[in-house]
């Protein structure tokens, strides 16, 4: 993989189908057609689809066909507006990024991990026809590096399983501390020709995150000027060199899959964040899919940023 075309300017649609109340009503309700249409015009090329394997899975992994229909219903808006898609398994059934779901289990069961592949074989079957618009993301944010062989295994076993159904579509991945971009090093060599290394960057995080109330030690009143958070383009540009060093030597690319900025923040000082990390990503010819599209602290859409979104979009 020289280059992941069509994937270049994006923007996530977090808590439409992941970190949300799983009902037929929020799924109805959260995101518009109009929405998909409205990133459209902002430039963008893809979206990223988080999604949790409630969507898709009942309680017993069993398939739920209602999930699958939403998945086509967002993938038919997206290409009426010109739009690829990456595909993110967001939660496993024993696995979350966020402590708070009480997800366990799942890098230390065998029966939790073929539940996922299994997952994944359905997922690449139901999606292959869209394996022109859509990529996969295997899952979002191994957090402990303590995992980072088993993870290994698991997304070759996972690429495999899926290779069967979905031979041409191409997957992401990431490693380790949130798909930090230090733990890029660690993946093992590309699967395939159409494997991409993904990561995420919200740094320095005490700007990104300031007054988070799930941060650890962050007060909710603590706030951060742009300028005092010293970040710039050449910052940016050091953050992604050995990611982006490592996936060139093993014959892929780079992919940022999640970046931003609370909505605490001055919306000046999150113009000037994207400004800077903008030109790194310019500068490194890497796709990328701004954190988020609407609400879940980091709207880009909601009316905090109103004043600045004409500036704000043209560095996504």
């Given at each position: 993989?020289?280059?992941f075309?069509?994937y ?7 808590g439409?189908f992941?970190q ?9 309700d959260f995101i518009a057609?109009s ?8 430039g ?10 409630e969507?898709l899975e ?13 998945i ?13 898609m ?19 289990g799942f890098f230390?069961s065998?029966?939790?991990q ?8 359905r997922i690449?079957?139901?999606c292959?026809?869209?394996?022109g618009?859509?990529c ?6 191994v ?8 993870w290994?295994?698991?997304v ?9 159904y979905?031979?041409?579509?191409v997957?992401?991945?990431g490693s ?6 230090d733990?890029v090093?660690?993946l ?18 005490k700007?990104t995150?300031?007054?988070a109330?799930?941060?650890k030690?962050?007060p ?14 050449e ?7 050995e990611a982006?060093e ?7 690319v780079?992919y ?17 964040w994207y ?10 010819d ?14 880009l ?13 043209k560095?996504?």
């Amino acid at each position: 993989m020289k280059e992941f075309k069509g994937y270049k300017k994006g923007v996530n649609l977090g808590g439409w189908f992941s970190q949300c109340e799983h009902t037929t009503e929020h799924y109805e309700d959260f995101i518009a057609k109009s929405d998909i249409e409205k990133i459209a015009s902002w430039g963008a090329d893809h979206v990223r689809l988080p999604i949790d394997y409630e969507l898709l899975e009942t309680e017993n992994g069993e398939p739920v066909n209602e999930g699958f229909a939403y998945i086509d219903r967002a993938a038919e808006w997206c290409r009426a507006a010109g739009l690829n898609m990456i595909l993110d398994l967001h939660k496993t059934a024993g696995y979350s990024f966020d402590e708070g779901e009480s997800e366990k289990g799942f890098f230390e069961s065998p029966l939790l991990q073929e539940r996922y592949f299994r997952l994944w074989e359905r997922i690449a079957e139901h999606c292959a026809g869209y394996s022109g618009m859509m990529c996969f993301e295997l899952l979002n944010e191994v957090t402990e590096q303590s995992v980072s062989g088993i993870w290994n295994g698991i997304v070759r076993e996972c690429i495999g399983r899926i290779r069967k159904y979905a031979p041409d579509t191409v997957i992401l991945v990431g490693s380790y501390w949130q798909n930090s971009p230090d733990a890029v090093k660690d993946l093992d060599p590309p699967y395939d020709d159409k494997v991409v290394y993904n990561c995420h960057c919200y740094d320095p995080l005490k700007f990104t995150h300031q007054g988070a109330p799930w941060v650890k030690d962050m007060p909710v009143d603590f706030r951060m000027s742009f300028k005092e958070s010293g970040v710039d383009r050449e910052y940016f540009l050091g953050r992604f060199k050995e990611a982006a060093e490592t996936a060139a030597k093993n014959g892929t690319v780079l992919y940022c899959g999640e970046y931003g900025v609370i909505d605490r923040a001055a919306p000046e000082d999150t113009v000037e964040w994207y400004r800077a990390i903008h030109e790194a990503f310019e500068e490194l010819d890497m796709g990328r899919a701004a954190w988020s599209y609407k609400a879940m602290d980091f709207g880009l859409s909601d009316e905090g940023l109103k004043g600045v979104i004409g500036e704000l979009i043209k560095n996504l």
